[in-house]
């Protein structure tokens, strides 16, 4: 199943459909995908999920919420540090990409050496007795069981547009804060926002995807630069501590990666000054608007003069 609410069917069940359809994914993914591709796929199904929590975040209450957005958060930051470790090296990557034809190749060449052994170090030595990947697959096959469920019925879409307004005015406070006093942390939680309304309004394109998916995609825009100017926060940090590399490599690429989150900011801020410039109390009666008045669309003819006749 996509990630898409059918709003023809009952509300509920189809919100239990996706967040199954997503842990059967992760799980699928770790045996069909190899360990650094698997680790990326399951964290990025958990935070499907948990923006699926978050849609119904006060049709659940407050406890089943945060017990069910625990749950996958907490499966997904046992493999955080395995991930991050490659992040760091996709990063460098990116800043090549950029910047390859104004430094000596070697100068990327030296850091990558030493991001890889620092990878292979964080997959060797896991401490655990029970392999992580393993015990994610159980959390995932418990959360089937018992923790997706839903036992809800549907009457308004109140509470619904409640918790969705709630993920939007978090991100409208973050942009407005990151126009005046911009920093690294902000555009980070500002981030999490972006990524989490761009999947609720996923879960509810078919309201109307003529407007919700163009949307999104410039959503999904924004969260990518939020994305790159993070990546390069964390791959300063990392490089700062490689004391086996160059120090003139060291200071040449933090320069680099600097240059290149100046700009993620600019292209951050400017996006989200669109994407956020509805004040939340409209943006909540917009969308009450879309889903009280949503209709399945009509089925068309299969051509005129059948439609004649």
């Known amino acids: 199943m996509s990630y898409t609410i059918d709003l023809e069917q009952n509300f509920f069940p189809e919100v239990h459909k996706v967040v199954d359809s997503q842990t059967q994914k992760a799980l699928n993914s770790l045996h069909t995908l ?37 749950y996958y958060r907490d499966i997904a930051r046992l493999i955080s540090d395995l991930r991050d470790a490659t992040t760091v090296i996709e990063a460098l990557d990116l800043l090549e ?3 390859g034809d104004t430094v000596y190749k070697s100068t990327f060449s030296e850091m990558r050496s030493a991001l890889q052994e620092r990878r292979d170090d964080a997959y060797a030595h896991q401490e655990d007795k029970l392999p992580t990947l393993e015990k994610v697959e159980k959390r995932l096959q418990k959360g089937l069981k018992q923790v997706n469920p839903l036992s809800l019925s549907f009457k308004e879409w109140k509470p619904v547009i409640k918790s969705l307004t709630r993920t939007y005015g978090r991100g ?3 942009c407005k804060k990151m126009q005046k006093q911009p920093s690294s942390e902000g555009i980070h ?13 996923r879960l509810l394109k078919k309201v109307w995807p003529e407007m919700i998916n163009p949307w999104r995609n410039n959503l999904n825009e924004l969260s990518d630069w939020q994305g790159d100017h993070h990546d390069m926060l ?19 690429l933090d320069a680099l990666a600097t240059q290149y989150q100046e700009y993620c900011y600019v292209q951050s801020r400017h996006l989200g000054k669109r994407l956020f410039a509805e004040k939340p109390k409209h943006f909540a009666k917009r ?9 399945p ?9 059948v439609a004649f006749e």
């Not at 939680?189 to 309004?201: A, D, G």
């Open 34 to 70: 190899n360990e650094e591709e698997a680790i990326h796929d399951v964290r990025k199904r958990c935070k499907k999920i948990r923006a699926a929590w978050r849609l119904i975040r006060d049709s659940l209450g407050e406890s089943q919420y945060k017990r069910r957005n625990r």
């Open 97 to 99: 990409n950029k910047f």
């Open 172 to 174: 409208y406070d973050l």
């Open 189 to 201: 939680q500002w981030r999490k926002r972006s990524k989490y309304i761009r999947y609720e309004l």
């Open 234 to 252: 964390e791959l300063k940090k990392v490089m700062a501590r490689q004391k086996d590399v160059a120090p003139l490599t060291r200071s040449t």
């Open 287 to 295: 969308m009450h608007k879309y889903l009280k008045e949503w209709e």
């Open 297 to 305: 669309e009509p089925q068309r003819p299969v051509s005129i003069e």
